[in-house]
């Protein structure tokens, strides 16, 4: 087959020095006619090699065949036969790790954009709602299971097992639902009203979403089993910050991530005082670290009015964990990067407040466990680098609360990572996990991926019994 | 949505409210508390238990009027519904048999120890209550102390009631006088230190309960760290109780100022 010649569509995004200063989205998305022709792009090749890389499993090509056939509705119940959130998978996952790295294009120039055509079809659905198919859902059982926590692994259990049928009920500690995606991703990449979307099409498949309740603390693991739920999906997440361990990261102006992005995400911090919730924001903004998270922080603060904002990584671009889209997008809005640097202690004044950091130059020696180039200090390259805020952004451990208050929950004693077996059990049984709580953090989709699995597991083992 | 079922106006900025809250009730100990959103807009509050009624499914909340959020919060009548709210949280205040324990609450501090000191009382414990504030009528539940306490001194920094000084004052007179076992204390963080620092000499254990700044208080923000025995621990989850001797509580006091500016913007809207 001859392969179309039309190049990749470039997906539109707004204008850098006007969307620095605000909030609203930044991608804009295809427009119909850029979604068709980037849809006919797809040679629908036999072995569907982008299929194996979506944790998921939709059917790729096939959706994308229908949206080139401009057969929008179809491409969308193609896809929600496995994705229960596409539009927030078309705007946040990773594709070109995933989807797109294995697209057979590739070899002759750009993949398909697979994100940007999953997120169209999502985004077409919402802006058409006449054109929604009521979700397909079987013979309704009168058994009860619980989902604990309403992030992306807990989301899509709970849509699954609706899906076969269970009685589901979500419990979220928080007040809305989404996890990280609510706290730590900004309204810039990811809109709230998108969120509020597709957890209303998740209750539209029968979940019950109860929110402000901590289990491990509201109700115990116990209670629920008393209360009648047959099986336990837990999905909390990973939400333990790190922290570097220098000396000075409890001084006033050092933020973790998950603060900094709570403040602004959950709390509406940037709209202070209309909200009350206030974060504090200097004139020059240190952020540690380069993975999506990072870049989330630093184009935030760089929103809230930092006139430098400046992020420090220890190694080089390559390493950078950030998607590159992101990486992109936060040079254009004229992020400062500072790459091969380590900070090595914070500096207050006297009232308790940042100053200064100072850091190392690095350079790259051999690769270490993680296959990258371990980066080394450079001999005297100390440098005092004047910032008034710094965040935190290298990463977060499991949350530790429920294996804390469930003591017959078997905990990996080195990373509080919650151990599984091949059926996603945990060493409780009736009790499943799934995402960052068993992994350590990872992506919004590989979490679905896990929450999707153990869907299934809990349906066999209630079959079962 | 909660309803406020009661409210009481304890002093000119402390006010009680007894808030239907069944969930939290169902298992809520001595020493935990709740987080509190009034609505969509307002911050996330941590508030003692002060008591929890199983029967009726209320909680009682004491409130100090500090900054926006609080004055809002007090500004509620009964029948007005709260949003959200949060709980049981934190880590149960450990109720053994010690022997004498004296029990300090500062201001609003009082509240939080309610409880504790009634199942302390039950477990067999003398217990002595002080309770300091600034002037007589920002004293608070005096009475309510009274039938589960041994004794119950009272302290103002003005002597307008009790004993005219500090509640270390009145900590060293109960401490030369009798043997204590464990000190408990909550309050502004300078009255904290200071209880601890009295205690010290006489090898007292002093636990005190940090009111470090929260957000999600699940442990996930790291909003509420500070530093005890020299690791950085979070008081929503690892606390809030912990042992006074090993607290920074100067770097706890500098990290609950850093909004006050803010605080301040947020009070003139």
Same mark, same amino acid.
């Given at each position: 087959?001859?392969?179309?010649?039309?190049?990749?569509?470039?997906?539109?995004?707004?204008?850098?020095?006007?969307?620095?200063?605000?909030?609203?989205?930044?991608?804009?998305?295809?427009?119909?006619?850029?979604?068709?022709?980037?849809?006919?792009?797809?040679?629908?090749?036999?072995?569907?090699?982008?299929?194996?890389?979506?944790?998921?499993?939709?059917?790729?090509?096939?959706?994308?065949?229908?949206?080139?056939?401009?057969?929008?509705?179809?491409?969308?119940?193609?896809?929600?036969?496995?994705?229960?959130?596409?539009?927030?998978?078309?705007?946040?996952?990773?594709?070109?790790?995933?989807?797109?790295?294995?697209?057979?294009?590739?070899?002759?120039?750009?993949?398909?954009?697979?994100?940007?055509?999953?997120?169209?079809?999502?985004?077409?659905?919402?802006?058409?709602?006449?054109?929604?198919?009521?979700?397909?859902?079987?013979?309704?059982?009168?058994?009860? !299971? =619980? @989902? #604990? +926590? *309403? /992030?992306?692994?807990?989301?899509?259990?709970?849509?699954?097992?609706? &899906?076969? $049928?269970? %009685?589901?009920?979500?419990?979220?500690?928080?007040?809305?639902?989404?996890?990280?995606?609510?706290?730590?991703?900004?309204?810039?990449?990811?809109?709230?009203?998108?969120?509020?979307?597709?957890?209303?099409?998740?209750?539209?498949?029968?979940?019950?979403?109860?929110?402000?309740?901590?289990?491990?603390?509201?109700?115990?693991?116990?209670?629920?089993?008393?209360?009648?739920?047959?099986?336990?999906?837990?999905?909390?997440?990973?939400?333990?910050?790190?922290?570097?361990?220098?000396?000075?990261?409890?001084?006033?102006?050092?933020?973790?991530?998950?603060?900094?992005?709570?403040?602004?995400?959950?709390?509406?911090?940037?709209?202070?005082?209309?909200?009350?919730?206030?974060?504090?924001?200097?004139?020059? !903004? =240190? @952020? #540690? +670290? *380069? /993975?999506?998270?990072?870049?989330?922080?630093?184009?935030?603060?760089? &929103?809230? $009015?930092? %006139?430098?904002?400046?992020?420090?990584?220890?190694?080089?671009?390559?390493?950078?964990?950030?998607?590159?889209?992101?990486?992109?997008?936060?040079?254009?809005?004229?992020?400062?990067?500072?790459?091969?640097?380590?900070?090595?202690?914070?500096?207050?004044?006297?009232?308790?407040?940042?100053?200064?950091?100072?850091?190392?130059?690095?350079?790259?020696?051999?690769?270490?466990?993680?296959?990258?180039?371990?980066?080394?200090?450079?001999?005297?390259?100390?440098?005092?680098?004047?910032?008034?805020?710094?965040?935190?952004?290298?990463?977060?451990?499991?949350?530790?609360?429920?294996?804390?208050?469930?003591?017959?929950?078997?905990?990996?004693?080195?990373?509080?990572?919650?151990?599984?077996?091949?059926?996603?059990?945990?060493?409780?049984?009736?009790?499943?996990?799934?995402?960052?709580?068993?992994?350590?953090?990872?992506?919004?989709?590989?979490?679905?991926?896990?929450?999707?699995?153990?869907?299934?597991?809990?349906?066999?083992?209630?079959?079962?019994? | 949505?909660?309803?406020?079922?009661?409210?009481?106006?304890?002093?000119?900025?402390?006010?009680?409210?007894?808030?239907?809250?069944?969930?939290?009730?169902?298992?809520?100990?001595?020493?935990?508390?709740?987080?509190?959103?009034?609505?969509?807009?307002?911050?996330?509050?941590?508030?003692?238990?002060?008591?929890?009624?199983?029967?009726?499914?209320?909680?009682?909340?004491?409130?100090?009027?500090?900054?926006?959020?609080?004055?809002?919060?007090?500004?509620?009548?009964?029948?007005?519904?709260?949003?959200?709210?949060?709980?049981?949280?934190?880590?149960?205040?450990?109720?053994?048999?010690?022997?004498?324990?004296?029990?300090?609450?500062?201001?609003?501090?009082?509240?939080?120890?309610?409880?504790?000191?009634?199942?302390?009382?039950?477990?067999?414990?003398?217990?002595?209550?002080?309770?300091?504030?600034?002037?007589?009528?920002?004293?608070?539940?005096?009475?309510?102390?009274?039938?589960?306490?041994?004794?119950?001194?009272?302290?103002?920094?003005?002597?307008?009631?009790?004993?005219?000084?500090?509640?270390?004052?009145?900590?060293?007179?109960?401490?030369?006088?009798?043997?204590?076992?464990?000190?408990?204390?909550?309050?502004?963080?300078?009255?904290?230190?200071?209880?601890?620092?009295?205690?010290?000499?006489?090898?007292?254990?002093?636990?005190?309960?940090?009111?470090?700044?929260?957000?999600?208080?699940?442990?996930?923000?790291?909003?509420?760290?500070?530093?005890?025995?020299?690791?950085?621990?979070?008081?929503?989850?690892?606390?809030?109780?912990?042992?006074?001797?090993?607290?920074?509580?100067?770097?706890?006091?500098?990290?609950?100022?850093?909004?006050?500016?803010?605080?301040?913007?947020?009070?003139?809207?």
């Amino acid at each position: 087959m001859a392969i179309n010649k039309t190049p990749r569509q470039e997906i539109p995004a707004r204008n850098p020095e006007e969307r620095n200063k605000d909030f609203k989205e930044v991608s804009l998305g295809f427009t119909e006619e850029q979604a068709v022709l980037e849809a006919q792009r797809c040679i629908a090749c036999k072995k569907k090699p982008c299929c194996n890389g979506c944790p998921v499993e939709i059917d790729i090509p096939e959706f994308i065949k229908l949206v080139a056939k401009k057969d929008y509705k179809g491409a969308i119940q193609k896809i929600k036969e496995k994705n229960n959130l596409p539009a927030i998978c078309g705007r946040v996952c990773p594709q070109e790790t995933q989807c797109e790295a294995l697209c057979t294009l590739i070899a002759k120039g750009q993949p398909v954009a697979i994100g940007a055509l999953e997120r169209f079809v999502a985004d077409r659905e919402a802006e058409h709602p006449g054109s929604k198919e009521p979700p397909v859902i079987k013979e309704k059982k009168d058994i009860k !299971v =619980a @989902v #604990v +926590g *309403a /992030g992306p692994a807990g989301l899509t259990a709970a849509a699954d097992l609706a &899906r076969y $049928g269970y %009685k589901v009920t979500l419990f979220e500690s928080l007040s809305a639902s989404g996890g990280v995606l609510r706290y730590g991703i900004p309204e810039f990449r990811l809109p709230k009203a998108i969120l509020d979307r597709e957890t209303e099409y998740i209750k539209s498949l029968g979940v019950e979403i109860k929110y402000n309740i901590l289990i491990g603390r509201t109700f115990s693991i116990a209670d629920l089993f008393k209360d009648g739920y047959k099986a336990i999906f837990l999905g909390t997440g990973a939400g333990l910050p790190y922290f570097l361990g220098i000396p000075g990261e409890n001084l006033n102006g050092v933020y973790s991530a998950n603060e900094f992005l709570t403040r602004v995400n959950l709390m509406h911090a940037y709209e202070f005082p209309k909200y009350k919730t206030p974060v504090k924001i200097g004139e020059r !903004v =240190a @952020v #540690v +670290g *380069a /993975g999506n998270t990072a870049m989330d922080c630093v184009r935030v603060a760089k &929103r809230l $009015g930092a %006139k430098d904002a400046i992020i420090v990584y220890r190694r080089s671009e390559a390493e950078a964990p950030a998607r590159r889209a992101e990486l992109e997008h936060a040079k254009e809005e004229r992020i400062e990067f500072r790459f091969l640097t380590a900070p090595i202690k914070i500096e207050g004044n006297e009232k308790g407040e940042v100053k200064s950091m100072t850091c190392l130059k690095m350079e790259l020696g051999e690769p270490d466990a993680s296959g990258r180039r371990r980066p080394v200090p450079i001999k005297g390259s100390e440098y005092e680098m004047p910032v008034d805020t710094v965040i935190i952004a290298v990463g977060q451990g499991p949350n530790p609360l429920i294996a804390h208050t469930t003591k017959e929950l078997a905990v990996d004693e080195k990373s509080g990572e919650l151990k599984i077996d091949e059926n996603c059990m945990t060493s409780i049984k009736g009790i499943f996990a799934g995402g960052d709580i068993t992994t350590g953090e990872g992506t919004v989709i590989a979490a679905m991926g896990a929450g999707k699995k153990a869907a299934a597991a809990i349906d066999k083992f209630l079959k079962k019994k | 949505m909660h309803k406020i079922a009661e409210k009481k106006q304890l002093a000119d900025t402390i006010t009680l409210m007894k808030v239907e809250a069944p969930m939290v009730v169902r298992e809520a100990k001595p020493g935990q508390f709740v987080v509190v959103r009034l609505d969509e807009f307002a911050e996330r509050i941590p508030l003692t238990i002060c008591d929890a009624d199983k029967a009726r499914g209320t909680v009682t909340l004491i409130i100090q009027q500090l900054g926006r959020s609080t004055k809002d919060l007090c500004a509620l009548k009964a029948g007005d519904q709260i949003r959200d709210i949060l709980g049981p949280l934190g880590n149960p205040t450990e109720i053994e048999k010690f022997g004498t324990v004296v029990i300090i609450g500062g201001g609003v501090g009082a509240a939080e120890l309610y409880t504790a000191a009634k199942a302390l009382k039950e477990k067999g414990n003398k217990v002595i209550t002080i309770i300091g504030a600034r002037n007589k009528s920002l004293i608070i539940l005096e009475d309510e102390f009274k039938p589960i306490a041994d004794e119950v001194l009272i302290t103002t920094d003005d002597g307008s009631y009790g004993i005219k000084g500090f509640v270390t004052d009145a900590l060293k007179k109960v401490i030369s006088e009798q043997k204590v076992d464990r000190v408990i204390c909550c309050g502004p963080i300078p009255m904290m230190k200071a209880v601890t620092m009295t205690a010290k000499p006489h090898n007292i254990p002093a636990i005190v309960s940090l009111n470090a700044i929260l957000l999600d208080a699940t442990g996930m923000c790291g909003s509420c760290r500070c530093t005890i025995e020299g690791k950085t621990k979070f008081s929503c989850v690892d606390g809030p109780e912990f042992d006074g001797y090993k607290v920074d509580f100067d770097e706890l006091m500098a990290r609950n100022k850093r909004f006050l500016d803010e605080e301040r913007r947020a009070l003139e809207v």
